[in-house]
């Protein structure tokens, strides 16, 4: 069902962040983020299960006694058995809906209800329609979407809860071996968990030293953060319902109630994205997929002009 108002989502945590760190982080979210959903679990590497885990129960409580409804992710890829069985019994004994994030989970979901995440292709109406005939109750599109593709996909599928990644690095690719381990010295199979080493993502850069990607593990991210912010009434009005904000190594509550401020029009394009700025300084913003342009471009609504950012 389409919600008569737009909420926000805060998707699940993608980087490694230890243990204690990643309990408090969503105690928080639970006490002063104004977030009505929250979907946490591994998403990019399951041997980070081990640091997560042990706090998934108390977070979960948490936040649902804050009054937050919690989605459970699964593996963006699932490479191995034991990552298999994760999957099957993730599904098989949660109490609460699971986000797919890989075709591998649409199976065994199949006639229960859930929710397709940013990771699931999702390109087309007809896509979206065959999804939500299969038990899916929210699909977030793609980030690289254009906002003319995201109309023509809400305008030939009505009826479904659309979301859309509002906030944070973007997720562009993931392997079955890990460049971060690798760029370390490390392998795989032995990785020392050193992608906890750089919690927002390690930088990449060309060989003209030009800021590039950012490596999570086996992930691949953006360098620049997508800000859709004076673009949410246009994608309210083409009935998007939901707003995902990724979390970065940042105050995520501070950057949920500027969402909230601007879907509230109690503040402006401009200053919402100077608040974000002011929150998550040290990255570049950027909605050049939004509006049909290259990922890291930056486009200004408010002077109909433009101005690149690297990746």
């Not at 990643?22 to 980070?48: H, L, M, N, Q």
């Not at 968990?193 to 953006?222: H, I, K, W, Y």
């Not at 009434?233 to 909230?260: H, K, N, T, W």
């Amino acid at each position: 069902m389409v919600s008569a108002n737009p909420a926000l989502v805060l998707g699940p945590v993608l980087y490694l962040w230890d243990g204690p760190k990643w309990r408090d982080f969503y105690f928080r979210i639970a006490d002063e983020a104004p977030v009505g959903e929250v979907v946490i679990g591994e998403t990019v590497c399951s041997k980070r299960l081990h640091f997560t885990e042990p706090h998934l129960a108390e977070v979960v409580e948490r936040l649902e006694a804050a009054g937050k409804s919690v989605r459970l992710s699964t593996l963006a890829l699932v490479t191995i058995e034991r990552e298999a069985q994760h999957v099957r019994n993730l599904i098989r004994d949660s109490a609460h809906v699971v986000e797919a994030n890989d075709l591998s989970a649409l199976g065994l979901l199949a006639g229960k209800r859930h929710t397709v995440g940013p990771l699931i292709n999702v390109y087309n109406a007809a896509t979206a329609k065959l999804l939500a005939g299969r038990g899916a109750s929210s699909i977030c599109l793609p980030p690289e979407l254009s906002m003319a593709s995201v109309a023509e996909i809400t305008a030939g599928a009505p009826g479904i809860a659309f979301e859309v990644f509002a906030f944070g690095r973007i997720p562009l690719a993931i392997s079955a071996r890990c460049a971060h381990a690798r760029a370390k010295g490390q392998i795989k199979d032995n990785c020392q968990f050193v992608c906890g080493e750089e919690p927002d993502g390690m930088p990449v850069r060309t060989l003209d030293r030009q800021s590039f990607l950012a490596l999570n593990g086996v992930q691949t991210v953006s360098h620049t953060c997508q800000a859709l912010v004076g673009e949410l009434p246009d994608l309210v009005a083409a009935g998007v319902s939901r707003f995902r904000l990724s979390p970065q190594d940042c105050d995520m509550a501070a950057i949920a109630r500027v969402y909230e401020d601007a879907l509230a029009e109690r503040i402006d394009a401009e200053e919402a994205v100077a608040r974000i700025g002011a929150i998550y300084p040290d990255v570049p913003l950027s909605n050049g997929f939004h509006h049909a342009r290259e990922g890291a471009a930056w486009v200004a609504r408010a002077r109909n002009t433009a101005h690149g950012a690297q990746a």
